[in-house]
């Protein structure tokens, strides 16, 4: 038994220090990449630089610019990878992602009242997350009682899933009114903002600061979630707190959706497949799949932004439609190979 615990632990070191050296590389290669390419001879000089706070040179300029955008990609994608995982957990529905409850919608109507009107960034941003915490707070008292309820048979998260889908529809008819009305000037950002988009986007401690938490809660339920996962009726009898564990994986991915969408607008599929390709790559249990899934989908994210700016430099992507781009096509072979 020390053993086979011992090879786990060696398995977990291996997977999640594979994936933090290839984040370390996407970063790397985010800070060269762009329009105007910065050499690999030229990144220790430009580190250098930016380490004493200085900004004298293109390559320590263009290095930070990209930099803060890398990381805002990063920890955008891996907030929502982590809520696609812990979703996923909670309907107990492989096809679950951070975005089928509606929170991503109420989100979309707090942001694009807000451009509308023009107010400001910040107002945005505010909006958004306004939206995002009414439709989850909204969501919560109208299946408080499933979200409450000790089972979690198959059919126990039917009146969530039904209430976040009708909220979803109702969000969405609102988006279509202000898309149709809004002037002209407005639309473009309006759009921009329904697709995702990473131009822009502040790299800041708050959304850092809500992934640290959400992570820790996961980590910390790992043993739980998978008992819950497994032996869904008998899960209460194993001493497995089912209501309150359900409660905090529907706030707390609801949490990690609002700062992702506030952060960058609506991305899709890396809450889906991420997941999907991690289950694949080191199977269901939670305790690596939680840290796994966080690093990949950061890394995806982080890699698909700088191809977004870098296919038709210099104009650049929305990077909701490289991630849809590519992430529709993965998914469909992530079915396949399931269903084989």
């Avoid at 997350?129 to 989850?136: H, I, N, T």
């Avoid at 009682?145 to 039917?158: C, E, N």
């Avoid at 209430?163 to 529809?169: E, F, M, N, P, R």
Wanted: proline share 4%.
């Amino acid at each position: 038994m020390a053993d086979f615990s011992r090879k786990l632990q060696q398995r977990a070191a291996v997977v999640l220090g594979g994936l933090a050296l290839f984040a370390l590389a996407g970063l790397v290669f985010s800070g060269m990449t762009g329009s105007v390419a910065v050499p690999l001879a030229d990144m220790p000089a430009a580190i250098a630089n930016l380490l004493h706070g200085e900004k004298s040179t293109l390559a320590a300029t263009l290095l930070d610019l990209r930099v803060h955008r890398a990381l805002t990609a990063f920890i955008t994608g891996a907030a929502l990878s982590l809520a696609g995982v812990m979703m996923q957990a909670l309907l107990r529905n492989p096809l679950a992602d951070p975005y089928v409850l509606g929170i991503s919608a109420g989100a979309s109507v707090g942001a694009l009242a807000a451009l509308m009107f023009m107010c400001a960034a910040w107002m945005v941003d505010a909006a958004a997350f306004g939206g995002a915490v009414a439709v989850s707070m909204m969501l919560y008292l109208l299946a408080r009682r499933d979200l409450r309820g000790g089972s979690a048979a198959d059919g126990g998260t039917a009146l969530l899933l039904l209430t976040g889908v009708i909220l979803s529809s109702a969000c969405m008819a609102l988006v279509t009114l202000m898309l149709s009305i809004a002037p002209d000037s407005r639309l473009r950002s309006m759009v921009f903002w329904m697709i995702g988009d990473m131009a822009g986007a502040p790299l800041r401690w708050m959304p850092c600061v809500v992934l640290v938490a959400a992570l820790l809660f996961a980590v910390k339920n790992a043993r739980a979630m998978n008992v819950m996962a497994l032996h869904a009726e008998a899960a209460a009898t194993l001493g497995i707190r089912v209501g309150a564990l359900r409660k905090g994986l529907f706030f707390v991915s609801g949490l990690l959706t609002a700062s992702a969408v506030t952060t960058a607008g609506s991305i899709g599929f890396v809450g889906l497949i991420v997941p999907h390709a991690c289950r694949f790559a080191v199977g269901p249990d939670h305790r690596l799949l939680i840290p796994a899934a966080t690093l990949a989908g950061g890394t995806y994210l982080m890699l698909a932004d700088t191809l977004a700016r870098t296919i038709i430099a210099p104009e650049q992507l929305p990077v909701g439609v490289i991630t849809a781009l590519v992430g529709a096509p993965v998914f469909l072979y992530q079915l396949h190979r399931l269903r084989k």
